[in-house]
């Protein structure tokens, strides 16, 4: 055996060396610890300060952090997802820009661009930063014209079902249109200019009669609400931006009203080209779905658990069809979209101007037997307990 020691000759300075970093390492804290509690109040670094400095890190981030002491956390991605670039990481801190979000950078430098500054929560089949929905705003006396429309339809009209859960005279969903005069380009021969597709009686409201009527075959119990918004808005001299503000009390009454309501839906149609609001299934046309979340009232969370489990469901039974969920709030946006009156509200985005009623219908049915069996399950499960 050679008399050669097996240990390297310099394991004692590395020892040294990692031993000497590992101490100057906790003396730098307790003395960054005794800066930070001994000067006067007005230097140190607030909470809201750290909080703004951290808010623009992925969530992931702090996430991979803790799943160093604990692999519990690790389970929350899956597997071999890789560990978020700190250089990344740390340009967000630094700019507020993000890498792969170009809208960070715009938004800070075009003005009146943040507007469209929406958080996509899940994202549907196809859906980025490129085609969020977003809602045309024409002058009010625009929406108020009085247009030419043509109404075909091959699709039929709801059928009767046999159900052995019935709600009976209980009215516990609601739907209203806050925007309910936009229409549709190909019932309108008159108009190419998508800003301008709206129409007195042939509009989203359609699309709420026709869901109310599916979700009736089904033993569920549905009102539409039938007061004209547009010509609210024009009866109190608001502009169309108020439509939200103008529907409030429209929803208020409707509630002190009818104490049965449960759910209510306000129905949309997107500004989006039919490229994006179109998805084929099983040989048929539908007018894709979104929806859209509010997140400046204390209800987000429960509204955004309803969205999240409906667009889980019909992706299940109809793939493609929901765009995913997205909130909006902050300066520039409604941010409430009169979802803090009920922990089962929603607003729900339905096509775009270039789909038509066939489209938007079977879209309507579609999410009434998807809503029927989230529904019935529930109640079920409340019935056990």
């Given at each position: 055996?050679?008399?050669?020691?097996?240990?390297?000759?310099?394991?004692?300075?590395?020892?040294?060396k990692?031993?000497?970093?590992?101490?100057?390492?906790?003396?730098?804290?307790?003395?960054?610890?005794?800066?930070?509690?001994?000067?006067?109040?007005?230097?140190?670094?607030?909470?809201?300060?750290?909080?703004?400095?951290?808010?623009?890190?992925?969530?992931?981030?702090?996430l991979?952090?803790?799943?160093?002491?604990?692999r519990?956390?690790?389970?929350?991605?899956?597997?071999?997802?890789?560990?978020?670039?700190?250089?990344?990481?740390?340009?967000?801190?630094a700019?507020?820009?993000?890498?792969?979000?170009?809208?960070?950078?715009?938004?800070?430098?075009?003005?009146?661009?943040?507007?469209?500054?929406?958080?996509?929560?899940?994202?549907?089949?196809?859906?980025?930063?490129?085609?969020?929905?977003?809602?045309?705003?024409?002058?009010?006396?625009?929406?108020?014209?009085?247009?030419?429309?043509?109404?075909?339809?091959?699709?039929?009209?709801?059928?009767?079902?046999?159900?052995?859960?019935?709600?009976?005279?209980?009215?516990?969903?609601?739907?209203?249109?806050?925007?309910?005069?936009?229409?549709?380009?190909?019932?309108?021969?008159?108009?190419?200019?998508p800003?301008?597709?709206?129409?007195?009686?042939?509009?989203?409201?359609?699309?709420?009669?026709?869901?109310?009527?599916?979700?009736?075959?089904?033993?569920?119990?549905?009102?539409?609400?039938?007061?004209?918004?547009?010509?609210?808005?024009?009866?109190?001299?608001m502009?169309?931006?108020?439509?939200?503000?103008?529907?409030?009390?429209?929803?208020?009454?409707?509630?002190?009203?009818?104490?049965?309501?449960?759910?209510?839906?306000?129905?949309?149609?997107?500004?989006l080209?039919?490229?994006?609001?179109?998805?084929?299934?099983?040989?048929?046309?539908?007018?894709?779905?979104?929806?859209?979340?509010?997140?400046?009232?204390?209800?987000?969370?429960?509204?955004?658990?309803?969205?999240?489990?409906?667009?889980?469901?019909?992706?299940?039974?109809?793939?493609?069809?929901?765009?995913?969920?997205?909130?909006?709030?902050?300066?520039?946006?409604?941010?409430?979209?009169?979802?803090?009156?009920?922990?089962?509200?929603?607003?729900?985005?339905?096509?775009?101007?270039?789909?038509?009623?066939d489209?938007?219908?079977?879209?309507?049915?579609?999410?009434?037997?998807?809503?029927?069996?989230?529904?019935?399950?529930?109640?079920?499960?409340?019935?056990?307990?």
């Amino acid at each position: 055996m050679s008399s050669k020691s097996k240990f390297p000759k310099n394991r004692p300075f590395r020892f040294y060396k990692k031993g000497g970093l590992y101490l100057t390492s906790v003396i730098v804290l307790f003395l960054l610890i005794g800066l930070l509690t001994t000067i006067q109040p007005a230097y140190r670094i607030s909470s809201g300060t750290i909080t703004k400095w951290t808010n623009d890190i992925d969530g992931s981030v702090f996430l991979h952090l803790l799943g160093m002491e604990n692999r519990a956390f690790n389970q929350a991605f899956p597997e071999e997802t890789p560990l978020p670039s700190w250089s990344s990481s740390l340009f967000q801190v630094a700019t507020s820009i993000k890498p792969k979000d170009p809208r960070s950078l715009l938004g800070n430098e075009i003005p009146g661009f943040s507007i469209y500054d929406s958080q996509i929560l899940i994202a549907g089949e196809g859906t980025d930063y490129t085609n969020l929905p977003y809602e045309s705003s024409p002058p009010l006396e625009e929406v108020l014209k009085d247009r030419e429309a043509i109404v075909e339809t091959e699709e039929d009209d709801v059928k009767e079902e046999e159900n052995s859960q019935s709600t009976g005279d209980r009215k516990v969903v609601y739907i209203y249109n806050s925007h309910n005069r936009e229409s549709f380009l190909p019932h309108l021969p008159d108009v190419n200019d998508p800003d301008l597709a709206h129409h007195s009686k042939v509009n989203i409201t359609m699309v709420s009669d026709r869901l109310a009527k599916s979700l009736e075959a089904k033993g569920i119990g549905a009102e539409v609400e039938e007061k004209d918004i547009g010509n609210l808005l024009d009866e109190k001299g608001m502009e169309y931006w108020q439509s939200y503000e103008a529907s409030r009390g429209v929803v208020q009454e409707a509630f002190a009203a009818n104490k049965d309501i449960q759910f209510s839906f306000d129905l949309h149609r997107d500004a989006l080209n039919r490229k994006h609001t179109t998805k084929e299934i099983k040989g048929k046309d539908y007018a894709r779905i979104i929806f859209v979340v509010g997140e400046d009232h204390p209800k987000f969370e429960k509204n955004l658990q309803l969205a999240t489990e409906l667009h889980y469901l019909i992706e299940e039974k109809y793939p493609g069809l929901s765009r995913g969920v997205l909130r909006k709030g902050g300066s520039g946006t409604n941010g409430i979209f009169n979802q803090d009156l009920s922990e089962n509200a929603l607003l729900i985005e339905f096509g775009g101007p270039e789909n038509n009623l066939d489209e938007m219908y079977r879209s309507a049915d579609a999410f009434a037997e998807v809503f029927s069996k989230y529904y019935w399950d529930a109640e079920s499960v409340e019935g056990d307990s």
